[in-house]
């Protein structure tokens, strides 16, 4: 083993050159036919003729589709009339979509259109909706606000109402600690709630919030019709 390892690799492929496979020698592969009388270009053209024609043979091929043809009764179709062979370019392609995209008709009865009844009917239903918040406006009853520092006043912010505590003031502004809602009760938060707010937010005077349980929660009668609209 130890002679034949160095030189297995060559003789593997002298093997191979021998037989004329690899890398390919018509000669050498002709000289071991027995009494060989062949001329190797002779042999060299018809093998590539026989390549040539197979790639023709697997390229140059046409598509056959079946078509339904529709048969009065009591006559027969041969088979050649029902199979027709036809060779389909892109362009006849792009042509028979065109025509399909042309043919397309919209149907006025579309679930995809607007429903012009069904939207007024919406739109009246929010006009209603918002008339009754108007109404419901009227019920909020807030005295007068004094300016004065430990007063409760009722103030609107990003479209709500809170109650709150004024803690400081001037002319134009106010900074208000704010309560938060606790069901239908009130509570002072954990944290302190306070931010400046300019008057024309505070929406009028309120009674001191009344405590009602143990556990920190008020009464602002005031504000009592603003959960019987939730």
């Not at 009246?124 to 109404?135: A, L, P, R, V, Y």
């Amino acid at each position: 083993m130890e002679i034949i390892t160095p030189y297995a690799g060559a003789n593997l492929k002298a093997g191979f050159r021998k037989c004329g496979i690899f890398p390919l020698n018509i000669e050498e592969v002709l000289s071991r036919i027995p009494r060989s009388t062949c001329n190797p270009d002779v042999v060299q053209s018809a093998f590539l003729e026989s390549l040539e024609a197979k790639r023709t043979a697997i390229t140059n091929t046409t598509t056959k589709r079946r078509k339904k043809i529709n048969v009065p009764a009591g006559k027969s179709v041969s088979a050649d009339e029902s199979i027709i062979t036809e060779e389909t370019s892109l362009d006849e392609l792009t042509a028979s979509f065109s025509r399909q995209d042309e043919d397309v008709v919209f149907d006025d009865n579309s679930s995809d259109d607007v429903n012009f009844e069904e939207l007024d009917k919406d739109q009246q239903i929010e006009k209603e909706f918002m008339s009754f918040i108007e109404g419901q406006k009227n019920e909020f009853h807030f005295a007068n606000v004094i300016r004065e520092v430990g007063r409760f006043v009722v103030f609107s912010y990003m479209g709500q109402l809170f109650a709150g505590e004024i803690v400081a003031f001037d002319d134009e502004k106010v900074t208000i600690n704010a309560m938060e809602k606790s069901l239908k009760m009130w509570k002072w938060p954990s944290r302190r709630d306070e931010l400046t707010y300019p008057w024309s937010d505070v929406l009028g005077g309120i009674a001191t919030p009344k405590k009602i349980s143990k556990r920190g929660t008020f009464s602002v009668p005031e504000l009592t019709p603003l959960f019987d609209l939730c």
